[in-house]
């Protein structure tokens, strides 16, 4: 069964032109050119997949149509299209629930690309949360059995502990789909994330990092650019080097990132990294300035390995490093852009754990049907 996508713009040039290009693609498209018809058809013509809503419209703007939708329906995706690119506004939407943020002129094809990752997205986050349910479910069955069969409390007690492990994995394996997801924003850095995380776990237990600290640096290196959500893809995607005035925007993800994670309480541990990723150890770096050890110990780690997996993966403008000399420029530039304390404990790591990480990684993508992405 096709999904059902509606398309809401003043404009009925721009409804034609996205229903043609969507419905090319395989969905099944309704448009309404106003917030109220296009409430109308959500309350009584049919079950949207998502909306695809324009912000700049006369009357109830999109961001109200966004409100009103997610008081409805909070599990229908709603992807924000505008013409006026204000950071302050993708970030507004995608705090009320919008799934991502499209800026026109747009291109077609990465409009389709947005509406595929959005609804691949939703699939997955369904799925988690089915599987998070159901172990829900055997939890209660299994306390249930502890109270009426005391001679099982021992046996019962792993099973729990084991449950409750998994229920917590879910939430790894949701942020982990999220950053795929973003991951396909930026065609230079696919599987990027997932592998600073891994480097970043590596360097820090080498540091004598333990839990809960362990974690929350690895959710922080697999979240780090969650803030390019609020950088327009004109930007993001150029081909050939920015301008000045898109490096200003492109150097707000950190700041962005902050705000996004804001208030979420259970990766409070991860919001350092976010945030202080591009920071350098001379103090040149941004979005603060700071400078040695005022820089978190997470993020002065996660400068080593960012820099290591840029230099030993192929770009479409370069051929990967070989690892001796990607580790001789990190020695070469400890005490100016990293830590030397984290590049003492990087070159004791012997080059087979980051070809095993790499490699584990790949293998992990390959069992999901993913490896050609990476």
């Known amino acids: 069964m096709k999904p059902n ?15 043609e290009k969507l419905t090319t693609a395989g969905y099944a498209c309704s448009t309404a050119a106003n917030s109220a018809e296009a409430l109308r058809k959500i309350e009584t013509e049919q079950t949207f997949s998502l909306v695809l809503s324009d912000i700049d419209m006369p009357g109830q703007n999109g961001i109200s149509l966004l409100k009103d939708i997610k008081t409805r329906n909070p ?16 970030i507004q939407s995608i705090r009320l629930g919008a799934s991502d943020y499209i800026t026109k002129p747009f291109n077609l094809e990465e409009v389709v690309l947005t509406v595929e990752r959005t609804l691949e997205k939703r699939r997955l986050m369904r799925e988690n949360h089915e599987y998070q349910l159901s172990l829900e479910r055997k939890v209660e069955e299994r306390t249930v059995e502890v109270r009426r069969k005391s001679e099982e409390v021992e046996q019962l007690y792993r099973e729990l502990k084991v449950a409750f492990e998994q229920i917590r994995a879910t939430y790894a394996t949701t942020l982990e789909a999220l950053m795929e997801a973003l991951d396909t924003r930026d065609t230079e850095t696919q599987g990027h994330s997932r592998r600073v995380s891994e480097y970043t776990v590596a360097i820090a237990r080498a540091m004598g990092v333990a839990e809960p600290e362990l974690t929350q640096m690895r959710w922080g290196a697999l979240l780090h650019d969650v803030g390019k959500i609020g950088v327009p893809d004109a930007i993001l995607r150029k081909p050939g080097p920015l301008t000045p005035q898109e490096w200003i925007e492109m150097r707000k993800h950190p700041e962005l990132g902050r705000r996004i994670l804001s208030g979420v309480k259970f990766l409070e541990g991860a919001v350092p990294i976010v945030y202080c990723h591009q920071e350098r150890f001379d103090g040149s770096g941004y979005p603060r300035g700071l400078k040695g050890e005022g820089i978190p110990l997470g993020a002065r780690i996660f400068a080593v390995v960012d820099t290591l997996d840029a230099m030993t993966m192929n770009r479409p403008y370069r051929k990967a490093m070989q690892y001796e000399q990607a580790r001789d420029e990190v020695i070469k530039f400890s005490g100016v852009q990293f830590d030397p304390r984290v590049v003492e404990a990087f070159i004791k ?26």
């Open 5 to 19: 996508l509606l398309i809401v713009d003043d404009e009925q040039v721009i409804r034609e032109v996205l229903t």
């Open 75 to 90: 599990e229908m995706d709603v992807v924000m299209v505008t013409g006026v690119v204000d950071v302050d506004i993708a």
């Open 349 to 374: 790591i012997p080059e087979q754990e980051w070809g095993q990480i790499n490699r584990r990684i790949k293998a992990e993508l390959s069992a999901k049907g993913m490896a050609h992405k990476y």
